[in-house]
């Protein structure tokens, strides 16, 4: 599983692999919008919003859409379709907005910062 962490304040993304099972459970059972404590992944200090992700086949996950299951739905707007013009609908398929093993990349956005910098801690990890 990977975890997309977004900083809003310098407009970079960094890309975490999350073969750890730990950290997958972190997630696991959340849906979009909740707020999770980062200390698992090895940012101490640190709260995510989970915004959003996709599943092993690319299917994007949507707020509106309840559940862990993958559903056809009318949509006429991102994330899953981008209309050309003002009006258009589509049927779709998109997953749900609660996280399973399903899911293959979470996003997450920085809500709250830590004492070190994000920088620092994801290429310290990478390091070692």
Aim: aromatic share 4%; charged share 35%.
């Amino acid at each position: 599983m990977q975890i997309v962490i977004s900083d809003p304040k310098t407009g970079k993304a960094y890309k975490i692999e999350g073969k750890d099972t730990e950290a997958s459970a972190l997630f696991i059972g959340k849906r979009i919008g909740d707020v999770v404590d980062a200390d698992m992944l090895g940012l101490g200090g640190y709260v995510l919003e989970i915004t959003g992700g996709s599943d092993k086949e690319g299917m994007p996950m949507r707020k509106d859409v309840s559940g862990t299951v993958r559903k056809r739905i009318l949509i006429t707007s991102p994330p899953g379709y981008r209309p050309k013009e003002g009006g258009k609908r589509r049927r779709k398929s998109v997953r749900g907005n609660e996280i399973s093993s399903e899911i293959s990349q979470i996003n997450v956005q920085i809500k709250e910062y830590g004492r070190k910098s994000i920088e620092m801690l994801l290429v310290k990890a990478e390091e070692s």
